[in-house]
């Protein structure tokens, strides 16, 4: 099976722009999970999706916002970019999110805010 | 609320010997544990996880970690260091009596195995 894939794997923006980010989870997963890692604050979570429907929310502003789509494909928009959004972010898939289900990261995509 | 404390920021150690990285929990109800390792420029990679059943759970790559109830523990281990072992660990919890179903990471612990 494919693994979790992220696109585009590097973003370079200017502030004020927006950006958005893609995840295809692996074949048969129905919940996908967005982190951000940087090096001060490292992993944090942002939202989860299952269903095409948001889940859960970590502690971010609105200008952080996503989406899933019926086949389980997950956008995350960011607007009015800040230098401060610079940072790896990270899309995981798994089964159903349940407590004891493992979650698969993709490679990530670098964005740099200039 | 949910935590996860990795209280080395670096472990240093020699090829071929056994390595510990350290992760302690803190949950209201019963945890759920994983340990992932990240490579240069990469995404993270499950390494193992502890739900329930045996404390002595094993993983990939030849690590085992050791879950401990009673010091909030679940360290990650290997008999025998290798070179390529080198990278970035971080334990994370999913609390069992928590509905967010979130991953709470720890700061992570960077690897060093020395030839």
């Known amino acids: 099976k494919a693994g979790v894939t992220q696109t585009p794997r590097y973003l370079i923006k200017t502030r004020g722009q927006q950006v958005t980010l893609s995840c295809s989870p692996i074949?048969?997963?129905?919940?996908v999970s967005w982190y951000q890692q940087t090096p001060g604050q490292g992993l944090q979570f942002l939202f989860e999706?299952?269903?095409?429907?948001?889940?859960n929310k970590g502690n971010f502003p609105g200008r952080f916002s996503g989406r899933q789509f019926s086949n389980s494909r997950s956008e995350m928009n960011v607007s009015t970019l800040e230098l401060g959004d610079s940072a790896l972010y990270l899309c995981a898939s798994s089964l159903a999110g349940g407590r004891g289900d493992t979650q698969y990261f993709g490679p990530g995509t670098r964005l740099t805010v200039l | 609320a949910q935590s996860v404390a990795q209280p080395e920021d670096q472990v240093n150690v020699a090829e071929g010997n056994p390595l510990t990285v350290k992760c302690t929990y803190s949950?209201?109800?019963?945890?759920?544990l994983f340990w992932y390792v990240q490579y240069p420029n990469r995404g993270l990679q499950f390494l193992l996880k502890y739900i329930t059943g045996d404390n002595l759970v094993k993983g990939s790559y030849g690590f085992e970690a050791e879950f401990n109830k009673s010091q909030t523990s679940f360290h990650l281990k290997k008999p025998s260091a290798l070179v390529s072992d080198s990278a970035l660990y971080f334990c994370?919890?999913?609390?069992?009596?928590?509905?967010?179903?979130?991953?709470?990471f720890g700061s992570g612990t960077r690897l060093l195995v020395r030839p």
């Open positions: 999706y299952f269903s095409e429907t948001q889940r």
């Open positions: 074949s048969g997963h129905r919940s």
């Open positions: 949950v209201s109800g019963n945890p759920y």
């Open positions: 994370a919890v999913r609390d069992g009596g928590d509905s967010s179903y979130k991953l709470i």
